[in-house]
């Protein structure tokens, strides 16, 4: 009898071990939504980094486009007033590209892979269509941060430089002239934005596929790099007509609000309705397009690898 006590004993210490939870998993279980979210916000923070990379480095190259786009005068001409305007003056206004590139980078890529894979779940569309509806989306809520784009361009045009000197005093500014001011412009960026999220998420895998195949990962942001900045010239040059639209209206505090089609046709009579007027600044804005969208490729590709 004490031999089968002792088996039932036994027996019965062993169901309740295998019974009892593991501390392990339990533990594992607490810590997977942690990692979960993390990773959710992965494409937001690589954008968010490109970004600032890209604006430090690329920001003297804008700021002569910027007057050939608002005066059309070539580019020599623009250089020459950003020497009289001095080396202090050089990075002012870089706050407001600063803080709208990296939130608008941040959300570009993030809501996109976003949006891209809640409408590929519930929505019975081919993938092409859920991608172009997701770009579309992406770039619109973009939008939001009109105002430090209007911000910057008043930074930039000289005629401003003495009712001004900060982001906080330009802000303060347009305050008087209601909310409506701090979006002036909002249309011609909505049209950009959209056309280029489209065409940039759209051609950005088929492009890297006719690049030669990369081995190591230097050769693979080398790739994202070229990729990234033909793509971004393209674009570009494709939306500089619409840019140049966009900084006449933006450059204007108070007054008319005047159309996008009007604008475009003062713009046109003013420069003999040549096209090549038009374009004046588009050699150099294909350059800074393919140098600060090549950065913001390769640095993007690259940081999803390490994060």
Known sequence: MPFMKKILSNVIDSEAHEKRPPILTSSKQDISPHITNVGEMKHYVCGCCAAFNNVTITYPIQKVLFRQQLYGIKTRDAVLQLRRDGFRNLYRGILPPLMQKTTTLALMFGLYEDLSCLLRKHVGAPEFATRGVAAVLAGTTEAIFTPLERVQTLLQDHRHHDKFTNTYQAFKALKCHGIGEYYRGLVPILFRNGL????????????????????????????????????????????FPINVVKTRIQSQIGGEFQSFPKVFQKIWLERDRKLINLFRGAHLNYHRSLISWGIINATYEFLLKVI
């Open 196 to 239: 280029s999220n489209v065409l940039f998420f759209g051609l950005r895998g088929p492009i890297k596929e006719h690049l030669p195949t990369a081995t190591t990962h230097s050769a693979h942001l080398v790739n994202d790099f070229i990729g990234g900045g033909l793509l971004g010239a393209m674009l570009g040059f494709l939306c």
